[in-house]
């Protein structure tokens, strides 16, 4: 059974500084996608990272896959306020398919 | 990219009643999947709605409790029936775009059972 996991799952940090979030996942994929949720609200589709040793940046955020460590991160560079959310990795249960298995999360804070 | 719609943005209903949540989708997509967001927590997934044949659930989920129904390739019904407290979640649509790798979610309903 495939199974998930991020840490941290809460993150709280400052303005300006730089911190990564880790996603570990047991079975092999074919890719890998990051969602960002605000408090009350649905999920944004951030990367999806199809290969290994994929990289995709989006303003402060960056996204990377190893398919053979099973990991990706996403790396925050100089957090400001706005980049406070939950963020979650997400993993096709079977190679292929379209059904996701979720990390439980990362909560992350960003205080001024 | 595809745009999601789902009824009703929130609801507060009795225990032992029933609710069913509506997903529009603006174009015609192959799967929709339907996730369930438990208070505080991740998403895991509930069903995946199928057009012309019976929806397929994963573990822990049953059709007599969450029934689906996809009449056309753009919209879908989750109904939870006879709720409890623990029914108490987002509930969200989910469909593949285009190219198989991209996954979107509509905006949620958020239910309240009391």
């Known amino acids: 059974e495939l199974k998930v996991e991020q840490n941290p799952l809460f993150l709280s940090m400052q303005e300006g500084k730089n911190y990564t979030i880790y996603c570990n996942y047991s079975?092999?994929?074919?890719?890998l996608y990051w969602y960002r949720q605000d408090p009350g609200k649905s999920l944004e589709s951030l990367f999806v990272?199809?290969?290994?040793?994929a990289v995709k940046q989006e303003g402060r955020l960056m996204a990377s896959l190893d398919t053979k460590a099973r990991l990706s991160t996403l790396h925050i560079t100089a957090a400001v306020h706005d980049l406070s959310a939950t963020y979650f990795c997400?993993?096709?249960?079977?190679?292929?398919?379209?059904?996701?298995?979720f990390g439980q999360g990362t909560r992350l804070t960003i205080n001024p | 990219s595809a745009v999601i719609s789902q009824k009703p943005s929130r609801d507060i209903c009795q225990r032992g009643t029933s609710l069913t949540i509506q997903c529009q989708v603006d174009?015609?997509?192959?799967?929709m999947f339907w996730y369930r967001q438990q208070p505080g927590q991740s998403l895991t997934l509930i069903a995946t709605?199928?057009?012309?044949?019976?929806?397929?659930?994963e573990s822990g989920f049953v059709i007599d409790k969450f029934p689906i129904s996809r009449p056309n390739l753009t919209f879908s019904t989750l109904t939870v029936s006879n709720m409890s407290p623990e029914d108490s979640s987002i509930y969200l649509c989910?469909?593949?775009?285009?190219?198989?790798?991209?996954?979107?979610f509509g905006p949620g309903t958020r239910l309240t059972v009391t």
């Open positions: 989910s469909v593949a775009g285009t190219g198989r790798n991209e996954q979107y």
């Open positions: 079975t092999t994929s074919d890719r």
């Open positions: 990272l199809l290969s290994n040793g």
């Open positions: 997400a993993v096709p249960r079977i190679q292929g398919a379209q059904k996701l298995v």
């Open positions: 174009s015609q997509v192959t799967m």
């Open positions: 709605a199928n057009q012309g044949s019976e929806a397929t659930y």
